[in-house]
């Protein structure tokens, strides 16, 4: 099958959807698949070229035509629409299904060029643009009436794709209940299955880093959403109780200065201990999740992190909020605990019980391990080429396209150019 997969987040941006979408592609290629990543081209082409010296992508990347960089977000770039240059692309890729996996610039290219090609076309939902933290994140008004309008927004966006994904069912619900016109279909991310790093000794590294005591880790962007204010209040609490006990704090983004004077403010800034951002790649083989005894986010606005699912297969026991896709990971006292959302009392009694109990931190370490099976990226692809199939299917059908909102309507244009997509010029 030729795949065409359209996403704003990609090299040299790493963020939770660039991952999913390189563990989709790479396992995807290794199955014989044809696929083809179309992104927005960085400004700073070396630097790309070195975040992909030496990997094995797999995937061919095809640079959409104009794109301008997100100045607060270092690597991200968001894509300008240019329907015509990427409808020729695409006829010489001759995909047999397109994948969008973003409602703005790369995803309107996508769509609008696979409509007039009459190409079947997925959309998959990752980011909860219209909570308060996101609308903050990115400078907008945190109204409800704003909220209402980006709802309104990606419910337009995915009502126009043969069939919607998303990787939990809290975003099929709140689409659903924000009158979706069909229910997204529930597909996880998925992670590939890390080998067994329970032998890696990581003691070296604690001791390197002076983490000795009870240890939290977090992996992730720092930025506003990740509410990570709430994460440092609550250890202040561990720490007068625990003085040994370490917060390591793996990433980088617009609240790490903030975050640093905030530390000091509380005098916690010792028991800190800030690696900034660190490769992909490296985080796994360092196996760096398993350098803290619990996992610990406090973020409201998941839909399924994959700093999570990496954290529960590497058989870390995790701590989160019970908000949006959190809870579908965190089965409570199985493979981690889960506290009411911004009530840094609760996360800080939730952490102090982990803290106290190590025998408890490695049950439910091995609860994660034995969880985390049903999120393998091989479970994810099975069921990624089932939706391609049915998408096709339901494109194939003139019943089905002229039902679809949105839909290009059945003419005799229509089958033309869905033959001209899949014919080399």
Not at 20 to 26: F, L
Not at 56 to 78: C, K, N, Q
């Amino acid at each position: 099958m030729r795949i065409a997969i359209f996403t704003d987040s990609y090299l040299p941006f790493i963020s939770g959807v660039t991952v999913a979408v390189k563990n989709q592609t790479r396992e995807l290629v290794s199955r014989g698949h044809e696929v083809t990543v179309f992104c927005p081209k960085p400004w700073r082409q070396k630097r790309a070229q070195r975040e992909l010296a030496g990997k094995r992508t797999e995937a061919r990347t095809e640079h959409l035509a104009f794109s301008i960089p997100v100045w607060w977000m270092d690597g991200l770039y968001v894509n300008v629409p240019a329907v015509i240059p990427t409808i020729r692309t695409l006829r010489r890729v001759r995909p047999d299904v397109v994948h969008v996996n973003t409602e703005w610039g790369c995803g309107w290219d996508g769509l609008l060029a696979s409509r007039y090609l009459g190409l079947p076309v997925v959309g998959t939902f990752h980011t909860f643009f219209a909570d308060p933290g996101y609308l903050k994140a990115f400078g907008l008004p945190q109204h409800w009436l704003f909220e209402k309008l980006i709802w309104n927004y990606s419910r337009f966006f995915y009502d126009r794709c043969d069939v919607t994904t998303a990787p939990s069912k809290a975003v099929r619900d709140a689409l659903v209940a924000n009158g979706a016109a069909m229910p997204p279909q529930v597909v996880s991310n998925g992670i590939p299955q890390l080998a067994d790093r329970s032998g890696c000794d990581v003691s070296a590294f604690r001791k390197q880093h002076g983490l000795e005591g009870p240890t939290f880790v977090y992996v992730g962007r720092v930025s506003p959403e990740k509410s990570l204010e709430v994460v440092l209040a609550a250890f202040r609490r561990v720490v007068a109780r625990f003085p040994q006990a370490r917060f390591l704090l793996v990433g980088d983004g617009p609240e790490r200065t903030p975050l640093t004077r905030l530390m000091q403010r509380m005098e916690i800034a010792d028991h800190v201990v800030q690696l900034g951002h660190v490769p992909h790649e490296d985080l796994i083989a360092r196996s760096i999740p398993r350098w803290g005894d619990v996992f610990v986010t406090a973020s409201k606005t998941e839909n399924q992190p994959i700093s999570i699912l990496e954290a529960l297969s590497f058989g870390v026991p995790v701590i989160g909020a019970r908000s949006k896709g959190i809870p579908e990971l965190i089965d409570e006292g199985v493979n981690g605990l889960l506290f009411e959302p911004d009530n840094e009392r609760d996360l800080a009694n939730k952490m102090l019980t982990l803290a106290g109990d190590l025998p408890l931190c490695r049950q439910l370490g091995e609860g994660a391990r034995t969880g985390i099976q049903q999120h393998t990226i091989s479970h994810t692809v099975d069921r990624l080429l089932g939706v391609y199939e049915q998408a096709i299917r339901q494109r194939e059908k003139p019943d089905a396209v002229t039902q679809r909102p949105g839909a290009v309507r059945d003419n005799p244009a229509f089958a033309e150019r869905a033959l001209r997509a899949r014919t080399p010029e």
